[in-house]
């Protein structure tokens, strides 16, 4: 009376297959499940047995162990309840054998209901070579068919499962057109540029992070418009590949957020945590396998910290590797996972603590020492990964009445995707380095070469304004997208030019 | 009228035997404790539980089975199994009696963690 079938766990964004042994002989009534279990799928016992009693199944007397092997990869999750209860049916004969390899996973409900899980696209994704077809909830059908050609058999009760492998009904396996999925729907914008009013030296900084994939820093007065700008980001970004909706969407799956009969995540994720932020909520952690943090659910999509010197500094220094590499190894006990975090950060601040330094109608009430505490929270590796600092000054008053003249997020995201195809074009033999953002040492060299009236231009400002290394490489950075959007091969002067405007709030933070 | 223990077990044994069961011991019993009735249903054993209660107070008879109860009659029925060196499947049923009822819990508990 011995029963195995394959089911499946995620660690991290990469998933594991998982054999299910099952035992059932004679003796005391005991219900053991082994195989290094943490907690909730200890307690699946009790839903296992509810149901499927409920489900009108035989429970059996005497000695039951189920093995999830290996036996030692910690398991998480709710996952294993479906296929533990399948792989007690068969044991005592409910369910007869079947030759398919069959990957089971779902939650159980006391009344025998199958419910969704999270990790299923992982899962799906790295399993697809090893088996025959998914059996799952019909919550995560969707998600699972999107990362596998095998077939996806969705279950809705435990009974369902039982009468398909007995072959007493057919399942009809959901299949999704990935094309249709990927061009679906990309035009409309949650928030348009154009709902903004005036901030015109914002709104070009917010391309130019856009176009080169710089990070940004925006200081200005409360109300001024940061966070409505920084929420208009993530559309100004050229739509998800394909690929990388499916990088998103395996973190969000891994995180237990995708909406029950989700598929695919096909926009750019915004994330904004607040300053309370812990460390483990920002790069991720917290009991048994670490899951993802704030920066790892923001793959491929924008960060926004708002109120930034607020922010525990420990928090924010945490953010300086994952920043260069584009992703977080976090190490605990007896597991270590990799998560991606290729984001882009745009943050926000206030010019001092009471926020009205430098206003032309509300008096700041902060003192020097204030204010100079205040900047220094940020330290100067933290800002050294910023390339954009703008002032987003109070907006006058005659500005914020009349008609709306400003460009939409659309005709800005236009622009954007020409620039990123260049640059696209540009780096496509180098395998780490995507963005002008991420040039450095020689790519800069070589890439961003200089007008000689521009190199004039440069040289001239680094000895006028006593500009760092740190500031003129940044120059050098932007002054290439900037170029790139005006499709321009050369930097030429005016390119400079704006490149050092678009830094010129920098020079409020010490250290920028 | 209230109901004294031999006799809730000896009603017990008669409706268990009408369900088919075999009666194999009546008050089994160890230093440990006492198990008010073994019995064969099909290829499973059982040990049975008989509790009796005259009122419904405190929620009916099942609930006088608790924890320390269940341990009791787990390590009651291992010395059976010893003596017996008995491989079936096995089952710990409840019989709860309260005046002008009876119920059967089959499966009732299983050995606590």
Same mark, same amino acid.
């Given at each position: 009376?011995? #029963?195995?079938?394959?089911?499946?766990?995620?660690?991290?964004?990469?998933?594991?297959?998982?054999?299910?042994?099952?035992?059932?002989?004679?003796?005391?009534? %005991?219900?053991?499940?082994?195989?290094?279990?943490?907690?909730?799928?200890?307690?699946?016992?009790?839903?296992?047995?509810?149901?499927?009693?409920?489900?009108?199944? #035989?429970?059996?007397?005497?000695?039951?162990?189920?093995?999830?092997?290996?036996?030692?990869?910690?398991?998480?999750?709710?996952?294993?309840?479906?296929?533990?209860?399948?792989?007690?049916?068969?044991?005592?004969?409910?369910?007869?054998?079947?030759?398919? *390899?069959?990957?089971?996973?779902?939650?159980?409900?006391?009344?025998?209901?199958?419910?969704?899980?999270?990790?299923?696209?992982?899962?799906?994704?790295?399993?697809?070579?090893?088996?025959?077809?998914?059996?799952?909830?019909?919550?995560?059908?969707?998600?699972?068919?999107?990362?596998?050609?095998?077939?996806?058999?969705?279950?809705?009760?435990?009974?369902?499962?039982?009468?398909?492998?007995?072959?007493?009904?057919?399942?009809?396996?959901?299949?999704?057109?990935?094309?249709?999925?990927?061009?679906?729907?990309?035009?409309?914008? *949650?928030?348009?540029?154009?709902?903004?009013?005036?901030?015109?030296?914002?709104?070009?900084?917010?391309?130019?992070?856009?176009?080169?994939?710089?990070?940004?820093?925006?200081?200005?007065?409360?109300?001024?418009?940061? !966070?409505?700008?920084?929420?208009?980001?993530?559309?100004?970004?050229?739509?998800?590949?394909?690929?990388?909706?499916?990088?998103?969407?395996?973190?969000?799956?891994?995180?237990?957020?995708?909406?029950?009969?989700?598929?695919?995540?096909?926009?750019?994720?915004?994330?904004?945590?607040?300053?309370?932020?812990?460390?483990?909520?920002?790069?991720?952690?917290?009991?048994?396998?670490?899951?993802?943090?704030?920066?790892?659910?923001?793959?491929?999509?924008?960060?926004?910290?708002?109120?930034?010197?607020?922010?525990?500094?420990?928090?924010?220094?945490?953010?300086?590797?994952?920043?260069? =590499?584009?992703?977080?190894?976090?190490?605990?006990?007896?597991?270590?996972?990799?998560?991606?975090?290729?984001?882009?950060?745009?943050?926000?601040?206030?010019?001092?603590?009471?926020?009205?330094?430098?206003?032309?109608?509300?008096?700041?009430?902060?003192?020097? #020492?204030?204010?100079?505490?205040?900047?220094?929270?940020? !330290?100067?590796?933290?800002?050294?990964?910023?390339?954009?600092?703008?002032?987003?000054?109070?907006?006058?008053?005659?500005?914020?009445?009349?008609? @709306?003249?400003?460009? +939409?997020?659309?005709?800005?995201?236009?622009?954007?995707? $020409?620039?990123?195809?260049?640059?696209?074009?540009?780096?496509?033999?180098?395998?780490?380095?995507?963005?002008?953002?991420?040039?450095?040492?020689?790519?800069?060299?070589?890439?961003?070469?200089?007008?000689?009236?521009?190199?004039?231009?440069?040289?001239?400002?680094?000895? @006028?304004?006593?500009?760092?290394?740190?500031?003129?490489?940044?120059?050098?950075?932007?002054?290439?997208?900037?170029?790139?959007?005006?499709? !321009?091969? +050369?930097?030429?002067? =005016?390119?400079?030019?704006?490149?050092?405007?678009?830094?010129?709030?920098?020079?409020?933070?010490?250290?920028? | 009228?209230?109901?004294?223990?031999?006799?809730?077990?000896?009603?017990?044994?008669?409706?268990?035997?009408?369900?088919?069961? $075999?009666?194999?011991?009546?008050?089994?019993?160890?230093? %440990?404790?006492?198990?008010?009735?073994?019995? @064969?249903?099909?290829?499973?054993?059982?040990?049975?539980?008989?509790?009796?209660?005259?009122?419904?107070?405190?929620?009916?008879?099942?609930?006088?089975? =608790?924890?320390?109860?269940? *341990?009791?009659?787990?390590? +009651?029925?291992? #010395?059976?199994?010893?003596?017996?060196?008995?491989?079936?499947?096995?089952?710990?049923?409840?019989?709860?009696?309260?005046?002008?009822?009876?119920?059967?819990?089959?499966?009732?508990?299983?050995?606590?963690?």
């Amino acid at each position: 009376m011995f #029963s195995r079938l394959l089911s499946g766990a995620v660690v991290g964004v990469d998933a594991r297959l998982i054999e299910i042994q099952c035992d059932v002989s004679g003796g005391l009534p %005991t219900f053991n499940v082994v195989g290094l279990p943490e907690k909730e799928v200890s307690e699946s016992r009790e839903r296992i047995r509810s149901a499927i009693k409920n489900a009108g199944f #035989s429970f059996p007397a005497g000695r039951i162990t189920a093995n999830l092997a290996p036996a030692d990869l910690r398991k998480e999750g709710v996952g294993f309840d479906l296929p533990i209860a399948i792989a007690i049916l068969m044991a005592t004969g409910q369910i007869a054998s079947f030759p398919q *390899r069959y990957l089971l996973l779902g939650e159980l409900a006391l009344n025998g209901e199958v419910r969704g899980v999270r990790g299923v696209l992982p899962i799906a994704l790295e399993t697809a070579d090893d088996i025959d077809g998914l059996i799952v909830s019909q919550d995560n059908a969707l998600e699972a068919a999107i990362a596998t050609d095998k077939p996806v058999y969705p279950v809705k009760t435990l009974a369902d499962a039982q009468q398909f492998l007995n072959r007493e009904i057919e399942i009809a396996s959901v299949s999704v057109d990935r094309n249709a999925l990927c061009s679906a729907e990309q035009a409309s914008f *949650r928030h348009d540029l154009a709902e903004v009013r005036g901030q015109m030296q914002a709104k070009r900084a917010l391309e130019v992070a856009a176009a080169g994939g710089h990070n940004l820093l925006m200081i200005g007065p409360p109300g001024s418009g940061k !966070s409505l700008l920084a929420r208009c980001m993530p559309d100004l970004l050229p739509a998800l590949s394909f690929h990388e909706a499916l990088e998103v969407t395996r973190i969000y799956s891994t995180a237990g957020m995708l909406e029950p009969g989700a598929s695919l995540v096909w926009r750019r994720p915004y994330r904004a945590p607040h300053h309370t932020i812990s460390y483990a909520g920002m790069v991720g952690g917290g009991h048994g396998i670490p899951g993802p943090g704030e920066i790892s659910l923001a793959h491929h999509g924008v960060l926004f910290l708002d109120e930034l010197p607020e922010f525990d500094r420990r928090v924010l220094e945490t953010l300086r590797q994952p920043l260069e =590499d584009r992703s977080i190894l976090i190490s605990r006990a007896g597991v270590s996972v990799r998560y991606p975090s290729a984001f882009t950060l745009v943050a926000a601040m206030n010019p001092c603590p009471c926020g009205f330094l430098g206003d032309p109608i509300q008096a700041c009430k902060c003192s020097m #020492s204030d204010i100079r505490r205040y900047r220094k929270r940020l !330290s100067g590796p933290f800002l050294d990964r910023i390339d954009l600092c703008v002032e987003v000054p109070r907006v006058p008053a005659e500005d914020l009445f009349g008609t @709306r003249t400003a460009e +939409t997020s659309a005709c800005v995201r236009d622009r954007v995707v $020409r620039a990123r195809q260049t640059q696209w074009d540009r780096l496509r033999d180098d395998e780490e380095c995507h963005s002008n953002a991420q040039l450095d040492g020689d790519n800069l060299d070589t890439h961003c070469v200089l007008e000689d009236d521009a190199e004039l231009l440069l040289q001239r400002a680094v000895v @006028r304004f006593g500009l760092s290394a740190r500031a003129h490489v940044r120059i050098r950075r932007v002054a290439r997208t900037i170029a790139d959007l005006a499709n !321009s091969n +050369t930097i030429r002067p =005016d390119h400079i030019a704006e490149a050092i405007q678009l830094r010129t709030a920098g020079d409020a933070v010490p250290d920028f | 009228m209230p109901i004294r223990g031999d006799e809730a077990e000896e009603k017990a044994c008669r409706y268990l035997k009408e369900r088919g069961y $075999r009666i194999l011991a009546r008050n089994w019993r160890t230093r %440990t404790g006492e198990i008010d009735i073994i019995a @064969r249903e099909e290829g499973t054993l059982v040990f049975v539980e008989v509790k009796a209660r005259s009122g419904d107070g405190f929620g009916g008879p099942e609930a006088a089975v =608790d924890r320390a109860k269940q *341990r009791r009659i787990v390590s +009651t029925a291992l #010395s059976f199994i010893e003596v017996t060196a008995c491989e079936l499947p096995m089952r710990f049923d409840v019989v709860a009696i309260s005046p002008g009822q009876m119920r059967l819990h089959q499966d009732a508990f299983q050995v606590p963690d």
